[in-house]
Nanobody, 120 residues
Framework: QVQLVESGGGLVQPGGSLRLSCAAS????????MSWYRQAPGKERLLVAL????????NYADSVKGRFTISKDNDENTIYLQMNSLKPEDTAVYYC?????????????WGQGTQVTVSS
């Protein structure tokens, strides 16, 4: 069974850092587009960072470029989101996503989400 489990969220002060982890199981990790999304209260879920199959390239939302980094460990079937210089507007539930290229959203796999709160 395909499964994603996020961890690493929490409360951090503005300017601080957090690293989110997403452990994947039940599928061939390297064949999937792996992404991080976030959803703030009352707002839609938005793409934060994306890594193509095999890790060939990455893409970031303009709001996080230069501050966030997506990476992966193929041996551990885990992707990470390193978040630096955090701002209050980064507060959201962060979701890990896995999908094969070209598949419609109803076939995408989501984790349960992890809360990130940036506040003094």
């Amino acid at each position: 069974q395909v499964q994603l489990v996020e961890s690493g969220g929490g409360l951090v002060q503005p300017g601080g850092s957090l690293r989110l982890s997403c452990a994947a199981s039940g599928f061939t990790f390297s064949n999937y587009v792996m992404s991080w999304y976030r959803q703030a209260p009352g707002k839609e879920r938005l793409l934060v960072a994306l890594m193509t199959p095999g890790g060939g390239s990455t893409n970031y939302a303009d709001s996080v470029k230069g501050r966030f980094t997506i990476s992966k460990d193929n041996d551990e079937n885990t992707i990470y989101l390193q978040m630096n210089s955090l701002k209050p507007e980064d507060t959201a539930v962060y979701y890990c996503n896995a999908r094969r290229s070209g598949t419609p959203p109803q076939y995408w796999v989501w984790g349960q989400g992890t809360q990130v709160t940036v506040s003094s």
